[in-house]
């Protein structure tokens, strides 16, 4: 005979009174959940025939109904931070906190596009603190990206532990990443003649298209940001070798202004302009306001992972063979912090050498934070104006 799974109290139930207005024994019934906690609920029924009938129903839909202790973490986050389907979120708006949809499409891509390719598979009750801060550790973001991550984990395991899935949120007291983030380490000049070779069938080979070739020497060249680069329209491709910089692509995927709202231009040398002009020559999409770098749609940002994977299989394919028998040139990545924003510091620290500070700031978008309250917003016109001096020193350290 198989061990009942519950048994039935009474309790005076304040909310069920007859007409005498004394109150009526009303039916819980006790159990022990999935994590051995002993429960009682009402069943609302006075009399105990019905009350042990609701108790066996409902025990039987909860157990029909909940994830098992197999569920994977991918399976239990299937709909978490999704607009319009995650109980979460719709439970934080009906309490007023401040939630958008911006916001939660971005937690909803740190999930798919980290979370769930590194942990997505084990098991809710196998994930430890110790597994999930390695993972942080080890993953090449910034400090800033990692908590982020940290924050969009603790959430859905906290969630976890509210629905009896697991014990505890092995999250709960895990602090922050601190503020020193890892230092990204920048290409020598070799490098940079491995990853952008002169021949267009070998920048090709590199990159894979000659829209991803464009796209890494731009940023290269001009120590753009990556989101600044997936949100550029021909229209900012200007006459002369210069380019303007006035959108970026958010971390939710929405285009709005660049960091700290500063519009500036970007010089662009000769090579650069040609490598546009060509893969301008091949895109379908040449109008005006058409994103440069286009993803799976004419009017669609590159998506940030297709971003990093073109990136990585670049750095990774980037060995040269020599027909000597000298070592053959190559990108070390052992010990290296290197990512696209790389470039940037690559850029950062060639021009440094060869250009005024106040210059290299107009360029690159950096801004003294004591400097804010009288620094100007210039015309592009203007800005282009003033920098056009520096080209011939940009062109030639650029030389590689």
Not at 84 to 89: F, I, Q
Not at 152 to 175: D, F, Q, S, Y
């Amino acid at each position: 005979m198989a061990k009942k799974q519950f048994y039935l109290i009474r309790r005076k139930d304040k909310l069920t009174k007859d007409s005498s207005d004394k109150y009526k024994p009303t039916f819980y019934y006790r159990f022990k959940d999935e994590l051995g906690k002993t429960r009682d609920k009402s069943t609302g029924e006075t009399s105990k025939t019905r009350a042990e009938l609701v108790a066996q129903a409902a025990l039987e839909e909860h157990k029909r109904t909940r994830p098992g202790s197999d569920t994977t973490l991918e399976r239990f986050a299937a709909d978490f931070f999704v607009w319009g389907k995650c109980s979460w979120l719709r439970r934080q708006k009906a309490k007023g906190r401040a939630i958008s949809k911006p916001w939660a499409r971005a937690k909803r891509q740190l999930l798919v596009n980290h979370v769930f390719p590194a942990l997505g598979k084990v098991q809710l009750d196998k994930l430890t603190r110790p597994m999930i801060e390695r993972f942080l550790v080890d993953l090449e973001r910034s400090y800033q990206t990692r908590n982020h991550l940290l924050y969009a984990l603790k959430t859905v395991l906290a969630e976890a532990e509210a629905e009896g899935c697991i014990a505890r949120n092995p999250l709960e007291h895990a602090e922050p990443l601190g503020k020193q983030a890892r230092k990204r380490d920048v290409f020598i000049l070799e490098e940079l003649g491995l990853l952008f070779p002169k021949a267009t069938t070998a920048l090709v080979t590199v990159w894979g298209e000659p829209k991803y070739a464009a796209l890494f020497m731009t940023m290269a060249t001009t120590g753009i940001r990556e989101g600044e680069a997936r949100a550029l329209q021909w229209r900012h491709v200007l006459p002369e070798g210069w380019l303007a910089i006035e959108r970026a692509v958010k971390e939710g995927g929405e285009i709005g202004s660049p960091k700290n709202g500063e519009i500036r231009a970007a010089a662009l040398p000769d090579r650069t302009c040609k490598v546009l002009n060509w893969w301008r020559a091949q895109s379908p999409f040449t109008a005006a306001d058409d994103l440069v770098f286009y993803g799976d749609r004419e009017d669609h940002p590159l998506n940030r992972r297709t971003f990093q994977d073109i990136f990585n299989r670049a750095l990774d394919g980037s060995d040269v063979e020599e027909a000597t028998e000298d070592a053959k040139p190559r990108i070390e990545r052992a010990g290296r912090w290197l990512t696209p924003h790389s470039f940037r510091h690559t850029y950062n620290t060639m021009m440094r050498r060869v250009l005024p500070a106040d210059t290299l700031r107009a360029l690159v978008g950096h801004r003294d934070a004591r400097m804010t309250e009288h620094y100007d917003h210039p015309r592009i016109a203007d800005l282009v104006k003033s920098l056009e001096g520096s080209r011939s020193a940009i062109g030639k350290a650029l030389m590689w």
